[in-house]
């Protein structure tokens, strides 16, 4: 069993940076595929961005490449999400996933074994 506590979200102007963290319990983070997802009020939960277990391989949906970057600390059994450049369709309550099944790159919510609670980004015009 994982356990995953997100952090970091926050109230931002347009253009601005947040960096989310997730922090996960147990021994075998390393060995997870994470991945961040959001969820903005009336629409489905989408992907955002997933990196392999050694933190080697990242992918990113479109409306994200260049502003988002994520990365992982496997010693600290932490995967980050930065975010610069933020708009106010960024809105939403991000979620971090673990899993490992599935082929690459891991886009889909239902190959995620486990989930966080949620942090809420506001992005301000």
């Known amino acids: 069993q994982v356990q995953l506590v997100e952090s970091g979200g926050g109230l931002v102007q347009a253009g601005g940076s947040l960096r989310l963290s997730c922090t996960a319990s147990g021994r075998t983070f390393s060995t997870y595929v994470m991945g961040w997802f959001r969820q903005a009020p009336g629409k489905e939960r989408e992907f955002v961005a997933t990196v392999t277990s050694s933190g080697a391989n990242t992918f990113y949906t479109d409306s994200v490449k260049g502003r988002f970057t994520i990365s992982r600390d496997n010693a600290k059994n932490t995967v980050y999400l930065q975010m610069n450049g933020l708009k106010p369709e960024d809105t939403a309550v991000y979620y971090c996933?673990?899993?490992?099944?599935?082929?690459?790159?891991?886009?889909?919510?239902?190959?995620?074994?486990?989930w966080g609670q949620g942090t809420q980004v506001t992005v301000s015009s």
């Open positions: 996933a673990a899993g490992g099944g599935g082929l690459w790159p891991t886009r889909l919510a239902s190959v995620y074994d486990y």
